[in-house]
T-cell receptor
Framework: SQQGEEDPQALSIQEGENATMNCSYK?????LQWYRQNSGRGLVHLIL?????REKHSGRLRVTLDTSKKSSSLLITASRAADTASYFC??????????FGIGTKLQVIP | ETGVTQTPRHLVMGMTNKKSLKCEQH?????MYWYKQSAKKPLELMFV???????ENNSVPSRFSPECPNSSHLFLHLHTLQPEDSALYLC????????????FGPGTRLTVL
């Protein structure tokens, strides 16, 4: 299974702190994506990192990918209350199959 | 929210009812998806459509019946559901060969009594 497994399942931090979430997967991938979901809403795509990339940045987001360890991390710097959401990693075969993990529930306390 | 709309947003139905969920994408994409999201479980892919043709059915029970009349519209027809089918049903779309970034609708919260 290519299912991503996020760690931790829940994370609570103070506003201004950094939040780090990890994702592990089992088989080879074409790319790995991170999504955010606010409570009861649809998922929003945050960032995609290809299997030949090691690090990618987008605003306050930094994603790393280690294909030898089959793991990825998402770092949110200088967190804000509005970052409170669930974050999912999703592995892709490069065509259409995108497999999601259970997610990390992040709470940022003002 | 990102060019994918779903109706209704909330639905309560009895086990003998027949209802349909609707999804519409305004992004010019050529692939559409249905997912089921239950508490404490990974997002489950149910159906995939490419250019209106179903390309994947992930062993979904026949009480769920998808329909894709064109590349902008996707329906999920529901019939004789079970209480365990209560979940958030998410529709998504993407452009084939784009790296699979998927754009999601807000979902339909379904409760089966």
């Amino acid at each position: 299974s290519q299912q991503g497994e996020e760690d931790p399942q829940a994370l609570s931090i103070q506003e201004g702190e950094n939040a780090t979430m990890n994702c592990s997967y089992k088989t080879s991938i074409n790319n790995l994506q991170w999504y955010r979901q606010n409570s009861g809403r649809g998922l929003v795509h945050l960032i995609l990192i290809r299997s030949n990339e090691r690090e990618k940045h987008s605003g306050r987001l930094r994603v790393t990918l280690d294909t030898s360890k089959k793991s990825s991390s998402l770092l949110i710097t200088a967190s804000r209350a509005a970052d409170t959401a669930s974050y999912f990693c999703a592995t892709s075969d490069g065509y259409q199959k995108v497999t999601f993990g259970i997610g990390t529930k992040l709470q940022v306390i003002p | 929210e990102t060019g994918v709309t779903q109706t209704p947003r909330h639905l309560v139905m009895g086990m003998t009812n027949k209802k349909s969920l609707k999804c519409e994408q305004h992004l010019g994409h050529n692939a559409m998806y249905w997912y089921k999201q239950s508490a404490k479980k990974p997002l489950e892919l149910m159906f995939v459509y490419n250019f209106k043709e179903q390309t994947e059915n992930n062993s979904v029970p026949s009480r769920f019946s998808p329909e894709c009349p064109n590349s902008s519209h996707l329906f999920l027809h529901l019939h004789t559901l079970q209480p365990e089918d209560s979940a958030l049903y998410l529709c998504a779309s993407s452009q084939l060969a784009s790296g699979n970034e998927q754009f999601f609708g807000p979902g339909t919260r379904l409760t089966v009594l």
